[in-house]
């Protein structure tokens, strides 16, 4: 398996595939690789001849020191896990953060149209600007022809899209849906980190989204949400931050349910000192 750890070797690689005409698809990752990581790059390998997966732990999308320390940092089983899937196919590249960022370690400001401003925007000052800066950087140097990111971080894809579109980077951003643990909790590097109890608790998040789904049939986006903070008020284990129905498109808050609107569900959820984030379709 071929894993680059610059910039600069990978990029002589991806243009030997670009004069062959291969078809490059590129999955973002910061590492500490699961089965829903497996997913994108199975997708990938089925719609392009060749993948790439970043593993970087980007520190300017960090708005808690105390978070980037103890993020997993697992490259030898990441590779190993990715030879499984295809030793052929798929190319890691495995940065330094100076092979990033080279000794100005900050981010660019970015402008979302507002999307940047709503949930995880308002709990995590400057993070939008962090992943905007890496993956704009990233597409910069892998010049994917499509892209792979995955709806547990609904948010963060709807500003991927909105950055393509803005700053017009030929590539094409794919949505994929959330992979679940068998009891429906949606795959996160951070649940590697979970206490036993945390853990058998976690699935606690899916069951009251898909109950807050049934119960928008008939009630209002304000009954919901306070019959989830109620829900959650009971809970002796996880520490509900935020939970929001919001507009598919725009992100904002709803007040009042329109007919022919999209809506969705996000919330936001500690388990100790781990955060857990999750959403859900309501329509």
């Known amino acids: 398996m071929n894993v680059f750890k610059n910039k600069i070797d990978l990029n002589l ?6 004069s062959q005409n291969r078809t490059l ?5 910061m590492g500490a690789l699961h089965q829903g990581h497996a997913s994108l790059i199975n997708l990938g390998l089925n ?22 320390v103890k993020y997993p940092r697992t490259l030898e089983s990441d590779v190993n896990l990715l030879a499984m899937i295809s030793e052929e196919k798929i190319i890691v590249y495995a940065p330094s953060v100076e092979d990033i960022y080279g000794t100005n370690i900050v981010s660019t400001s970015f402008s979302y149209d507002g999307l940047e401003h709503e949930m995880e925007g308002r709990f ?22 499509k892209a792979y990111f995955g709806e547990k971080d609904f948010q963060q894809l709807m500003i991927i899209k909105k950055l393509v579109e803005k700053y017009n980077i030929p590539v094409e951003v794919i949505g994929c849906e959330i992979y679940r643990a068998k009891d429906g909790l949606a795959m996160s590097s951070r649940n590697s980190r979970l206490k036993p109890a945390y853990r058998k608790a976690a699935p606690f998040i899916f069951k009251t ?18 019959w989830v903070t109620n829900q959650f008020a009971k809970n002796d284990i996880l520490e ?5 129905i919001a507009n598919s498109s725009t992100l904002k808050t709803v007040k009042r349910k329109i007919n022919q609107k999209s809506y969705r569900a996000f ?15 309501l329509n």
């Not at 698809?25 to 990752?29: C, I, K």
């Not at 400057?126 to 994917?144: A, Q, S, W």
């Open 240 to 244: 509900l931050e935020y939970f929001i």
């Open 124 to 145: 995590r000052a400057g993070h939008f600007d962090g992943v905007g800066t890496i993956v704009k950087r990233l597409f910069e140097i892998i010049r994917p022809d």
């Open 267 to 281: 919330i936001a959820v500690y388990a100790d000192d781990i955060r857990l984030i999750d959403n859900i379709a």
């Open 47 to 68: 719609q392009n001849d060749v993948v790439v997966v970043s593993v970087f732990v980007n520190p300017t999308q960090f708005d808690n020191e105390e978070d980037l």
């Open 13 to 18: 690689y991806i243009d030997t595939l670009k």
């Open 25 to 29: 698809g590129f999955v973002a990752t």
């Open 209 to 226: 989204l898909n109950t807050a789904k049934e119960k928008f049939g008939t009630n209002s986006a304000t009954k919901v949400s306070e």
